[in-house]
């Protein structure tokens, strides 16, 4: 079976070869792969457009039938520099690779060479015929904005043609479920350019928002979380005794007040931190769950924007578990259970990653392997499948990620769970034990939604717009057939308000045909056309956004909409 990274990494060769090739004057850079394929970075010496694709395609189709294998060979940094001497990235590279290692090493297909530290297909003539180049895209090199921009191509590779069929179907399906399109259509949000990266809710939008804090604060208010707010600004020192300030810096917002440096705050922890501080806590007040529906900014490049998934604005759904060393497991299990329960609502699965001590981190190996092994212990008891995702923890402890996946199967990362011990220590927080001592209590970070703007965004390409009943902006539209039915429309209306549901009437002087369809481009739930019979008979002709017609009483429906929109159906 082929390995899907390496075919992928392979590809990406194959590319910087097809493109050198057309383009012979091009500079190439680094070509990883990524979760669904793989990308190539150059600074080309006019623009290319997406229109060029094809053209590099064909081209790597004509180049693939001399690759017979991958040669792999060592070189000195002085040969390195002397393949590449016409290219200032890869000599960047070089400088610093050769710092590490002694050898570098190079891998040739046909007349291609590339610095590489390997991982290809054995037979790219066989292997490598499945790809697909997918987009442009603009990239500051090393990811750096203050370094030249460069062309970043994205394509993929599949081992067998039906793979990658099925990929691409899956892309037009995303299209077509896009956030950012399905959101201007049904009126949910905007982004200006007054405020890049800050998302402004509509007051639809608006409705879907609250429905989601609704259900998130009951949820938590089971669970027995206290919920508070903390401000937005806050002091320099609180950011360096947290750290933040020496290892988040360059993310953060900063101004002066009073001659004195703030931060607008990039997450909500040291926040909670004061909160515990303000009173004296028992070995009985724990575990203690605070939690906070924060608002955030994070400087994030402008390259890297897009819609509702990587904003500069947002609110995370934070809880902060205060708790002692020995309930480390149970918590987190408790947290895992209340994940579950709430990703099952949307009707999200989820895959689990544990990251583990990262190369710049808070606190000693000793902390960090309880604290790795207490995480990994508790998703051992709940006998989950989860990877390691070696060196990808927080700064101050370990991690255990959430990838909940849509109903096109892709995955999003949304909730986390991380455990620290190191900002009890730099806040000095502590507790009274029974043996009537101060004791440190460990501190659980940890987020549902994540980014409730990205999960917002991900509800909507999830459910394609077509949101449940209890989350619609509008749950019935009242459809008149003649100006002489909107007396009894109108009571309807008012029926259906009492019982608090969502509703509006059109009354336009458009056929029914067309209100119709309007409301299912709208993706209402449901439609009720009001006409003679309706008014003659009680009985409604509800329609549903499939277009589906059931006929009801009144009172049947009415108990159907309040059944539906209690349960969070």
Same mark, same amino acid.
């Given at each position: ?90 000599? +960047? ?6 710092? $590490?290692? =002694? @050898?570098?090493?190079?891998? !040739?297909? #046909?007349?291609?060479? *590339? /610095? ?48 990658? +069929? ?6 037009? $399906?995303? =299209? @077509?479920?896009?956030?950012? !399109?399905? #959101?201007?259509?049904? *009126? /949910? ?59 988040? @810096? ?320």
């Amino acid at each position: 079976m082929t390995n899907l990274e390496n075919l992928r990494h392979s590809a990406a060769h194959l590319l910087a070869a097809a493109v050198l090739k057309l383009w012979p004057n091009t500079k190439r850079t680094i070509g990883p792969t990524i979760e669904e394929g793989f990308y190539y970075d150059f600074e080309f010496t006019h623009p290319i457009s997406e229109s060029d694709l094809p053209k590099i395609e064909e081209e790597m189709k004509k180049i693939i039938p001399s690759w017979k294998k991958f040669e792999h060979y060592e070189v000195t940094k002085e040969q390195a520099i002397k393949e590449f001497k016409n290219n200032k990235y890869k000599i +960047e590279l070089i400088e610093e690779f050769s710092k $590490e290692e =002694k @050898k570098l090493t190079f891998y !040739k297909s #046909g007349d291609y060479i *590339d /610095l590489c530290r390997g991982g290809h297909v054995e037979n790219p003539s066989k292997e490598l015929k499945n790809f697909k180049l997918l987009k442009l895209a603009g990239a500051y090199w090393r990811g750096n904005e203050k370094n030249k921009m460069l062309t970043r191509i994205y394509g993929t590779a599949f081992p067998t043609k039906e793979e990658l +069929e099925n990929y691409l179907k899956m892309l037009e $399906e995303a =299209k @077509k479920r896009d956030h950012r !399109k399905i #959101g201007k259509e049904l *009126d /949910l949000f905007s982004f200006h350019d007054e405020a890049p990266g800050m998302p402004f809710l509509h007051a639809k939008g608006m409705i879907i928002w609250d429905e989601l804090l609704g259900y998130w604060k009951e949820i938590h208010n089971k669970a027995n979380y206290k919920i508070v707010k903390t401000p937005i600004i806050l002091n320099k020192n609180l950011w360096l005794t947290s750290q933040h300030w020496i290892h988040y @810096k360059e993310n953060m917002y900063t101004l002066k007040i009073d001659n004195e440096d703030y931060a607008v705050k990039p997450m909500n922890c040291p926040g909670g931190i004061l909160i515990y501080k303000t009173k004296l806590h028992s070995y009985k007040d724990l575990p203690l769950k605070i939690g906070e529906i924060g608002l955030v900014h994070r400087h994030e490049l402008s390259g890297v924007l897009s819609g509702m998934f990587r904003v500069r604005s947002f609110h995370q759904d934070d809880a902060h578990i205060f708790c002692r060393e020995d309930q480390i497991e149970e918590e987190v299990i408790n947290i895992i259970n209340l994940f579950d329960e709430i990703y099952k609502k949307f009707n999200l699965g989820y895959n689990i990653e544990l990251s583990t001590k990262p190369e710049k981190s808070m606190g000693s190996d000793e902390e960090w392997r309880r604290a790795e092994n207490a995480l990994e212990n508790a998703i051992k008891k709940k006998k989950l499948n989860y990877k390691i995702n070696p060196g990808d923890g927080a700064f101050y402890g370990p991690k255990v990620d959430f990838h909940i996946k849509d109903a096109l199967g892709r995955t999003w990362q949304c909730g986390t769970i991380q455990l620290d011990f190191q900002q009890p220590q730099n806040f000095d927080l502590y507790y009274e034990g029974n043996d009537g001592k101060k004791h440190r209590p460990t501190m659980l970070h940890r987020v549902a939604y994540g980014s409730l703007e990205r999960f917002f965004g991900v509800l909507i390409e999830h459910y394609a717009g077509k949101f449940p009943l209890w989350l619609s902006p509008i749950q019935v539209i009242l459809i008149t057939v003649a100006d002489r039915h909107l007396e009894y429309t109108k009571k309807l209306e008012n029926e259906l308000k009492e019982k608090n549901i969502r509703v509006e009437i059109d009354n336009r002087t458009e056929s029914i045909s067309k209100k119709i369809r309007d409301s299912q481009i709208q993706k209402i739930p449901y439609a009720i056309t009001i006409g003679d019979k309706e008014i003659e008979s009680g009985n409604l002709a509800v329609r549903t956004r499939e277009n589906q017609v059931i006929t009801l009483r009144k009172e049947e429906f009415i108990q159907k909409l309040i059944k539906e929109d209690k349960e969070k159906l």
